[in-house]
């Protein structure tokens, strides 16, 4: 997340109050068929950490009848992403006095009825930017547990049904670890440690919590700066590895022990994350930097860096050997995968701050207006097929589960698509 | 560095002063003879209890926590009162577990279509000496049941001891000041205004409340309402080249000497005057040294105390810092041009009888960009409330009482 002028905020403050769902785009809506089915959907950026939804079925039809299955009411702020187990959707927010409230809610994904909530007090700091919010990060789940992070560094372990397996304040355990613009990295789980990376400019660390009880396993210095970049399970070779993103590089540690695999230390983005393709982890360092992974330290290659990728505050993602990359003021760049290469450009209307997400042949792009943008990408340069205006500013990365697509914004979740 | 807590806002247990005593004997009466021996602890969870309140940093028991919440979460309507005084003392994280707890026995009986005890949980909020984030909590279930009641509630609530509640007691003052102006009362919104402000404790509606009486006619100084101390000696600037200044013990903090004469980054430095008239009290290095580059500067002031008091030093800025008490490292904060707020970092301390002397160093990077100019810092001293606390020799306080609160203000 970048220093942004008080005058934007300002500005973005103001789209907050737009009316919902004009008629005449939700008609544009009705009648395109759009791909969106998968499974779940646990974690930031999605089942492979890539924006990539996990198609298990057939495409459905975004038709009269299957729009808007539902839209709901949220509390506080928030700009994580919901993520989707089972029949379930999980959201996180924070509100009251400076933002110092809270939440974990539980909605059916059926017809958005809250099943339960919970709240916390944040014993971390909760100074953030005006633009972003202290529910920033997205929670993630085994399937059987929701581990909730805030800005605050306060993470709550809960089961499906909100009971309360552990709760830790890292923010009170370590103080300086904190940002006066806010944290973002979401966490990741791996090996049955929940991964959460702390990275600010006073103090910096990766801890391994044992997600049983929340204990450290491990916990390890990092580059101090400040970091807003989500960690990324790397698997392969019969285990994993969660690559750690930063100002210097990207490092691979072991989920159980936190050793360090592997580093590549020729910088890389501190906003934009890193995005996943089979064995090639793809940085926003240099532009795009691919890096070809095994499973020790001799296996990390470099196959290609190219400077026409330049993603910018979303994170990239792939289909098909394409690598997309989209930028604040709304370019999406087509690369080819396997060398770097531009393959094309299209303007869309910006700025944007979630990150792209794709399913079947579409790609989705939600801007800070609220203005969702569906890219055909099986057409030759791309091309937008649908736009859905939700009429409020959405900073949050979009989700796709079960055959819908799930926008949020602080005060608003809606679910498009299957009901 | 000892590694004091910092985070924003905490509650306090301290008990509160100028309750407003129609609405208590009110509500009280209206308990009377409801309420029942609820608040005595079942049995069934003393011990789960004793395990959650033992929680600690670092996940510390953690595991007997867990098992411990699925019993406690297993209670009633009549385990809720219990559970909510088992905060008094708790530590913050022992508080979330326990308010994890509440709110899943309240949901479900709820849900299953029981009542929950409004009597046993209003004597509990309108207990002060309670733990103030458990009297939240307890006024949120209050409300839950008889919002209209909670809301009478908190007119009697203005100068309550959890911030939360005060919070929304004065924004209710506030809703009715903006009443009373939107109908041509400007005399009568003033009044509300300012009895709004004497209270308010969060920043936010402090400046706003400030603003509507500036546009009344009657401007508040925010620097003394606040509190921020604005009488300091300074010296610099000394060298911060690479940042490594921040680490670089100088000669002021191994001893304050006025009329010592220092090697700077350019040449002799003295201890000089420094006063800042700025209204959120900015302690501005740029002003008498220049807007320079990768240096830093010394600042002290002395604070007097009647006796031993717990109090907090808040600080806010946007450049990297450290703060002595009494030689006593209290935190270090080495993070430059993020952001910066009034009470951005919260730093409790004990200060001890008579003469108190506060150390500050701020320094300044090698960034050129415009956002980087400001080489400043704002301080003040507080209760855990956030209520201003001045100098008792700035207050030309008597020996006998020479701790004042700001006069501005109440509790």
Not at chain 1, 372 to 381: A, F, I, N, R, Y
Not at chain 2, 344 to 349: E, I, R, V
Request: with cysteine.
């Amino acid at each position: 997340m970048p220093h942004v002028a008080t005058s934007v905020c300002a500005a973005l403050k103001s789209f907050r109050s737009r009316s919902l769902l004009s008629s005449g785009v939700l008609s544009l809506l009705l009648a395109v068929g759009a791909t969106v089915h998968g499974g779940d959907w646990r974690q930031f950026r999605g089942p492979y950490g890539n924006g990539v939804a996990d198609e298990v079925g057939p495409p459905i039809v975004i038709n009269s009848t299957n729009g808007v299955a539902w839209k709901i009411s949220l509390p506080g702020e928030g700009l994580s992403s919901p993520i989707i187990v089972g029949d379930r959707v999980f959201v996180t927010a924070s509100s009251g006095l400076n933002q110092q409230r809270l939440h974990v809610i539980c909605f059916s994904a059926a017809d958005g009825t809250k099943l339960w909530e919970r709240q916390f007090w944040a014993t971390g700091r909760t100074m953030v930017h005006p633009k972003t919010a202290v529910a920033a990060p997205t929670p993630v789940s085994d399937g059987e547990h929701i581990v909730a992070i805030f800005s605050s560094n306060d993470i709550a372990c809960l089961d499906l049904d909100g009971n309360l397996i552990w709760f830790r304040g890292l923010g009170r355990d370590y103080p300086n670890a904190s940002n006066s613009l806010g944290m973002a990295s979401s966490l990741e789980i791996a090996g049955g440690v929940v991964i959460a990376q702390v990275e600010s400019e006073s103090d910096a660390f990766v801890a391994g919590l044992d997600l049983k009880t929340g204990v450290n396993r491990w916990r390890l210095e990092r580059p101090h700066g400040a970091n807003w970049t989500s960690p990324v399970v790397l698997r392969g070779g019969g285990r994993e590895l969660i690559a750690l993103q930063s100002s210097k590089g990207v490092a691979a540690v072991e989920p159980v022990t936190g050793k360090v695999a592997w580093e590549f230390t020729n910088s890389a983005s501190s906003v934009s994350s890193s995005t996943l393709m089979g064995d090639v982890l793809l940085v926003a360092s240099q532009g795009m930097t691919a890096l070809k992974f095994g499973t020790g330290a001799e296996a990390l290659s470099q196959v290609w860096q190219s400077g026409q990728l330049r993603p910018g505050t979303p994170s990239p993602t792939v289909l098909g050997g394409k690598l997309f990359a989209l930028n604040d003021g709304g370019i999406l760049t087509c690369g080819d995968a396997a060398n770097g290469a531009r393959v094309w450009q299209l303007r869309l209307k910006g700025p944007f701050s979630a990150s792209p997400v794709v399913s079947g042949a579409f790609i989705y792009c939600v801007n800070e207006k609220g203005l969702v943008q569906v890219v055909d990408l099986s057409k030759p340069e791309g091309e937008v097929v649908f736009e859905l205006d939700l009429g409020e500013t959405i900073l949050s990365t979009p989700s796709i589960a079960n055959g819908a697509i799930y926008f949020r914004s602080d005060g608003r979740l809606w679910k498009i698509g299957k009901s | 560095m000892t590694g004091p807590v910092v985070h924003r806002l905490p509650e306090s247990g301290l008990s509160m002063r100028a309750m407003n005593i129609k609405y208590c004997v009110l509500f009280l009466v209206a308990l009377a003879g409801a309420a029942t021996a609820r608040s005595a602890t079942p049995a069934k969870i003393t011990e789960p209890l004793r395990a959650i309140r033992a929680v600690g940093p670092e996940g510390q028991g953690n595991a007997a926590a867990s098992a411990a919440w699925k019993q406690l979460a297993a209670g009633n309507t009549d385990t809720l009162v219990p559970i909510l005084t088992a905060m008094d003392g708790a530590n913050d994280y022992a508080l979330n577990w326990l308010r994890a707890a509440v709110d899943s026995i309240a949901s479900r009986e709820i849900r299953m279509g029981s009542s929950l005890p409004l009597a046993d949980l209003g004597k509990f909020l309108m207990d002060t000496g309670r733990h103030p984030r458990a009297r939240r909590l307890a006024f949120e279930l209050v409300a839950r049941i008889d919002s209209a009641t909670a809301d009478q509630l908190l007119g009697g609530m203005l100068n309550d001891p959890s911030l939360e509640i005060r919070r929304d007691a004065v924004q209710k003052v506030i809703d009715q000041a903006s009443q009373s102006l939107a109908a041509g009362n400007k005399a009568g919104a003033g009044l509300l205004f300012q009895q709004a402000l004497n209270s308010a404790r969060d920043i936010q509606q402090i400046e706003g409340v400030a603003k509507q009486l500036q546009e009344l006619g009657q401007p508040v100084d925010l620097q003394k309402h606040f509190g921020f101390l604005s009488e300091w000696k300074i010296i610099g600037p000394f060298d911060n080249t690479g940042n490594r200044g921040f680490e670089n013990a100088f000669p002021p903090e191994q001893g304050i000497d006025f009329d010592a004469e220092l090697d700077g980054k350019t040449g002799k430095v003295r201890w000089k005057d420094y006063s800042t008239r700025h209204k959120y009290g900015m302690v501005d290095m740029n002003q008498p040294y220049g807007k320079l580059k990768e240096v830093l500067a010394y600042a002290t002031t002395d604070f007097y105390s009647a006796e031993a008091q717990s109090v907090e030093l808040r600080l806010g800025g946007k450049n990297s810092w450290k703060v002595w008490l009494n030689g006593k490292l209290l935190f270090a904060r080495d993070e430059y041009h993020a952001n910066a707020e009034i009470d951005q970092y919260l730093m409790p301390a004990q200060l001890q009888p008579g003469r108190n002397t506060i150390l500050v160093k701020v320094c300044q990077n090698e960034l050129v960009k415009d956002w980087t100019v400001e080489w400043e810092y704002q301080l003040r001293i507080t209760d855990s409330l956030g209520t201003p606390i001045v100098s008792a020799r700035d207050a030309k306080a008597t020996a006998e009482n020479t701790t004042v609160k700001n006069p501005a203000t109440n509790r």
